[in-house]
């Protein structure tokens, strides 16, 4: 057991930092370490330092540099060192896999590589020749190992901040619209900003951003102006930036400031239309793309292997790659680069912010801390912290008392849970369904693949109606916001309060939205406060549209009782999102058009070569034959070079391929009309059943 022992102390290195994700203790160990070890080093200045921190402030990382690099020195040693031992071991088994000896080795190496013949027999090796492979590994494998976990490291925090720019160019148009909306009400300027940025889960990584400002005012006591300056030179995105410059030049020439924003909320405006029509541009070269090189590559490529297959040589294990690994990676790689580039220049609806998974040293607290003069933490004595725990505790035994008292409608708002019903039928119907699976692997997809088609089926389909049902609901709201927003503007423009307006409204016609208007009255009726009302209203209706609105509306109301400028701000801005909404579902249907002729030639080819091509050939063989499926197919007369045809096996592999096609081509035809995998599992369950009725006929 000797030779095992370098191996478990690779694993051994590597533990910490994989218990470090899970808990704050080791992650504590993790980062005293690498202060301890290279604190020192990183803490020197440098151009690079300077570069680093630039990195980490745009990426909007929650911890220090000289931490996040003294951690980043360490992973690289951790990295490097284990990886070096864990390459011998892993070239060891792929020569035993491939089946290669040593003395193969030693004769296809020169001279001075000859003792890398060892590795044929690792499990047989002393101390000292042991050694010689480690540290042979160490210097290269190891080496190269930990430059490219440092290297990796610093670039992901600029893949990170490039993420960011992109979000917070997309997500600054409502944050502008909502700061010139308060600024309408009579607030005061920083009160909009702290507004603003409580709210930073609903306007995104705009109004995360200019968060950075505010802590400055309200932590350090920086004025408007210099915060303001600093937020601009931190920022990755170069419109906020401008806006941030501009900005504080207005605050401190005495300019009005309302004229400013509105310029600003007009240009925006228009700038939000030309991204648009740069999204809508790089979703049909994505379609483009997709049906090019994703569907007609894999169905040229498919066809020629079994014509190739047929006339000169087997190509069955080819083709199984292909099928098997070739296109199911592909298409996902290619699903996650739609992801990513998209993300940078659409932005994120919800706007929930995403979170590096990095803590520092003061990254998690366990005890109420407070704010110190000097701008950190420090922990307070809380004479109220069990009741809190105990508040706690009965909000979360509430929030799952009422999911069981209504679970129609939690279901219907989070149409995932289904998957915790339909994946254990699934599963029973394929075990009931497949009976007894033989130990032969192709015999075993033969008999499982049926089973595990209709599973996928049955479980995108329930998922898919519980999405539209819950989507489509949310749509029908979102269509008639902008008129609500404008008919209670009016009333209140009028001289009537803000509860008098409310009740007017539920005695008019706003289709979807009456019932929950109705609802909201009800509530202010029974002693609620009208801000409250609309808050719970938008819980139920959970539209980002929506959230948008009250958002604004029911901060316009702390500063004053006539918000109607407000609420025509809020009108327009409504207006404007449900006209790029609907300018890009009408922009890619034709896309997504082209996707599904795109399958259903797929599907066309692929059926003609299972139930005629495929058979003729057979026929034709076996008639050569003189009636007989020769081992060694045909050797004389026309047919002459034609080999002996396994149609079951190409059958299989023809019905895999269009199975893996229709889950991805509708994966991506959601992704591309509208916007989330999720739209996709209606295609996904039509492309499917499409598959199943033409192999039925086979």
């Known amino acids: 057991m000797l030779w095992a022992l370098p191996l478990l102390l690779a694993v051994a290195i590597l533990l910490p930092l994989g218990i470090e994700r899970f808990s704050r203790r080791p992650r504590l160990l993790v980062s005293r370490t690498a202060l301890s070890l290279f604190g020192d080093y990183v803490a020197n200045e440098s151009p690079r330092k300077q570069d680093q921190q630039s990195r980490l402030r745009a990426a909007h990382v929650e911890i220090t540099h000289r931490v996040y690099a003294a951690r980043t020195l360490l992973y690289s040693l951790l990295f490097g060192l284990s990886g070096s031992i864990v390459g011998v071991y892993a070239a060891a088994a792929l020569l035993w896999l491939l089946r290669i000896s040593g003395d193969a080795v030693r004769a296809s190496l020169p001279p001075a590589l000859a003792f890398l013949a060892d590795l044929t027999r690792v499990t047989q090796l002393s101390v000292s020749e042991l050694f010689v492979l480690l540290f042979v590994s160490s210097a290269t494998v190891g080496t190269l190992l930990a430059l490219g976990t440092y290297y990796v490291r610093w670039a992901l925090l600029e893949e990170r901040a490039d993420r960011r720019a992109g979000q917070i160019e997309a997500t600054q148009p409502r944050t502008i619209a909502f700061i010139y909306a308060l600024s309408r009400s009579g607030m005061a300027f920083p009160a909009i900003l702290d507004t603003l940025t409580r709210n930073r889960d609903v306007y995104g990584e705009a109004a995360v951003e200019i968060g950075v400002a505010v802590r400055d005012m309200n932590t350090f006591g920086t004025d408007v102006l210099s915060a303001l300056d600093r937020m601009a030179n931190r920022t990755p995105g170069s419109s906020l930036e401008e806006f941030g410059e501009n900005l504080a030049s207005v605050l401190g020439s005495g300019q009005s400031l309302s004229n400013f924003l509105k310029d600003q909320y007009d240009r925006y405006q228009e700038q939000a239309e030309a991204q648009q029509r740069q999204y809508l541009d790089l979703l049909s070269t994505f379609a483009e793309a997709y049906v090019t090189v994703f569907v007609a590559g894999p169905l040229f490529f498919i066809t020629i292997l079994v014509v190739i297959g047929l006339v000169l040589q087997d190509t069955l294990g080819l083709l199984r790659a292909v099928v098997?690994?070739?296109?199911?990676?592909?298409?996902?790689?290619?699903?996650?680069?739609?992801?990513?580039?998209?993300?940078?220049?659409?932005?994120?609806?919800?706007?929930?912010?995403?979170?590096?998974?990095?803590?520092?040293?003061?990254?998690?607290?366990?005890?109420?801390?407070?704010?110190?003069?000097?701008?950190?933490?420090?922990?307070?004595?809380?004479?109220?912290?069990?009741?809190?725990?105990?508040?706690?505790?009965?909000?979360?035994?509430?929030?799952?008392?009422?999911?069981?008292?209504?679970?129609?409608?939690?279901?219907?708002?989070?149409?995932?849970?289904?998957?915790?019903?339909?994946?254990?039928?699934?599963?029973?119907?394929?075990?009931?369904?497949?009976?007894?699976?033989?130990?032969?692997?192709?015999?075993?997809?033969?008999?499982?693949?049926?089973?595990?088609?209709?599973?996928?089926?049955?479980?995108?389909?329930?998922?898919?109606?519980?999405?539209?049902?819950?989507?489509?609901?949310?749509?029908?709201?979102?269509?008639?916001?902008?008129?609500?927003?404008?008919?209670?503007?009016?009333?209140?423009?009028?001289?009537?309060?803000?509860?008098?307006?409310?009740?007017?409204?539920?005695?008019?016609?706003?289709?979807?939205?009456?019932?929950?208007?109705?609802?909201?009255?009800?509530?202010?009726?029974?002693?609620?406060?009208?801000?409250?009302?609309?808050?719970?209203?938008?819980?139920?209706?959970?539209?980002?549209?929506?959230?948008?609105?009250?958002?604004?509306?029911?901060?316009?109301?702390?500063?004053?009782?006539?918000?109607?400028?407000?609420?025509?701000?809020?009108?327009?801005?409504?207006?404007?999102?449900?006209?790029?909404?609907?300018?890009?579902?009408?922009?890619?249907?034709?896309?997504?058009?082209?996707?599904?002729?795109?399958?259903?030639?797929?599907?066309?080819?692929?059926?003609?070569?299972?139930?005629?091509?495929?058979?003729?050939?057979?026929?034709?063989?076996?008639?050569?034959?003189?009636?007989?499926?020769?081992?060694?197919?045909?050797?004389?007369?026309?047919?002459?070079?034609?080999?002996?045809?396994?149609?079951?096996?190409?059958?299989?592999?023809?019905?895999?391929?269009?199975?893996?096609?229709?889950?991805?081509?509708?994966?991506?035809?959601?992704?591309?009309?509208?916007?989330?995998?999720a739209d996709g599992a209606k295609h996904v369950v039509v492309l499917l059943t499409l598959t199943v009725i033409a192999f039925i006929f086979l």
């Open 324 to 677: 098997y690994l070739g296109v199911p990676l592909a298409s996902l790689l290619f699903i996650g680069y739609i992801s990513s580039t998209t993300s940078r220049v659409s932005g994120t609806l919800g706007g929930e912010r995403e979170v590096i998974p990095e803590v520092g040293i003061s990254g998690i607290t366990d005890v109420e801390t407070e704010v110190l003069p000097d701008g950190g933490v420090g922990a307070v004595d809380d004479d109220w912290a069990v009741s809190r725990e105990r508040l706690n505790a009965y909000v979360q035994f509430e929030s799952t008392l009422g999911w069981l008292r209504s679970p129609g409608q939690t279901v219907l708002r989070n149409p995932e849970y289904s998957f915790f019903l339909t994946v254990p039928l699934g599963l029973w119907w394929i075990g009931m369904r497949s009976g007894a699976v033989p130990l032969s692997p192709l015999a075993a997809l033969r008999t499982v693949d049926t089973p595990v088609v209709e599973a996928i089926l049955f479980g995108a389909a329930v998922f898919a109606l519980l999405y539209e049902i819950n989507k489509r609901r949310v749509r029908a709201i979102e269509r008639v916001i902008p008129d609500f927003l404008e008919r209670l503007a009016s009333i209140n423009d009028a001289g009537v309060s803000v509860v008098q307006s409310l009740e007017r409204l539920t005695r008019s016609d706003l289709d979807a939205l009456s019932p929950e208007l109705q609802r909201a009255w009800e509530d202010v009726r029974w002693g609620a406060d009208v801000r409250a009302a609309f808050r719970r209203m938008e819980r139920r209706i959970d539209s980002p549209m929506m959230t948008r609105a009250t958002v604004l509306v029911t901060n316009a109301m702390t500063a004053s009782g006539e918000i109607a400028p407000v609420l025509e701000i809020a009108a327009d801005e409504a207006r404007a999102s449900r006209r790029l909404q609907r300018e890009r579902r009408q922009e890619m249907l034709t896309y997504l058009m082209v996707i599904y002729i795109s399958f259903f030639v797929f599907i066309g080819i692929v059926f003609a070569l299972s139930s005629s091509f495929i058979p003729a050939i057979e026929s034709a063989n076996l008639g050569a034959s003189g009636g007989g499926n020769l081992p060694g197919g045909v050797t004389s007369g026309v047919f002459s070079g034609l080999g002996s045809v396994n149609t079951h096996a190409y059958t299989l592999i023809f019905f895999h391929a269009a199975v893996m096609q229709a889950v991805f081509s509708g994966l991506v035809a959601g992704q591309l009309g509208e916007g989330s995998l």
